[in-house]
Nanobody, 114 residues
């Protein structure tokens, strides 16, 4: 079994920062792509950022310049450094990992107050 466990969400004032972490455990120890999606209240799920095993990064336009994704392949861990947070970033953030199929974490809540 594969399980993704996220942490690092919470309450933060606009302009502040948070760092999300996601670690994959189980019988699979490598993934082609790992990344983050989010779903705000009343909004569809959207891609935030992804990184391939080789380090190629992809970001949603709305977070470019503010969010940074990083990855530790040996530990099957992916991070999301979120700076200059805006109220529009309020959402449940889900970790995603891809290897023949998609694996999802349980989500971690991020609330940004104005």
């Amino acid at each position: 079994q594969v399980q993704l466990v996220e942490s690092g969400g919470g309450l933060v004032q606009a302009g502040g920062s948070l760092r999300l972490s996601c670690t994959a455990t189980g019988s699979i120890f490598g993934f082609n792509v790992m990344g983050w999606f989010r779903q705000g209240p009343g909004k569809p799920r959207e891609l935030v950022a992804t990184m391939s095993s080789g380090g190629r990064e992809n970001y949603a336009d709305s977070v470019k310049g503010r969010f940074t994704i990083s990855r530790d392949n040996r530990k099957n861990t992916v991070f999301l450094q979120m700076n200059s947070l805006k109220p529009e970033d309020t959402a449940v953030y889900y970790c995603n990992a891809q290897l023949s199929r998609d694996w999802w974490g349980q989500g971690t809540q991020v609330i940004v107050s104005s």
